[in-house]
């Protein structure tokens, strides 16, 4: 009788490794799919979270000042004391230079009176083409 020793396979075959090549790249191509629209929403999500801590902050500035900045006076009003304009009856700065510019570096754009709410203000991003008065515009409205 004879016994045959058979050697151990070791390693993958080309077509192995191949098909876990493909896998990958499948599964890869198909993650990277499904995230195109996350850094967008995350954008939206950061300019509407950013228009209501300029809410806040207006609510603060009256109260503290006794009127709204004016549109010329601006967001910047939250940032330094104007020097022009009615003045605020005591002042506080609210906010960083850099709470000014939206994700895609455009300055936030303020109107009072607003265009959408003419008792108060309009607070918007022109969104990611710059331009206002596009679809792409996000405000308080």
């Known amino acids: 009788m004879k016994i045959r020793v058979f050697a151990q396979r070791r390693g993958f075959t080309l077509m192995e490794m191949l098909l876990v090549l493909g896998i990958i790249a499948l599964l890869v191509g198909m993650g990277t799919y499904m995230m195109v629209n996350v850094l967008g929403d995350a ?9 209501q801590t300029f809410s806040a902050s207006l609510i603060r500035y009256k109260t503290k000042g006794g009127i709204y900045p004016t549109t010329e006076q601006g967001l910047r009003a939250l940032v330094t004391k104007p020097t022009d304009g009615p003045q605020p009856r005591s ?5 960083r230079e850099q709470a000014l510019f939206d994700p895609w570096g455009n300055p936030y754009q303020y109107r009072r009176p607003g265009k959408h709410n003419p008792d108060t203000y309009d607070i918007y991003s022109l969104g990611p083409d710059g331009k206002e008065g596009t679809p792409d ?4 409205w």
């Open 43 to 51: 954008e939206e999500g950061k300019v509407k979270a950013d228009i």
């Open 91 to 95: 002042y506080k700065s609210l906010l």
């Open 137 to 140: 515009d996000i405000g308080n």
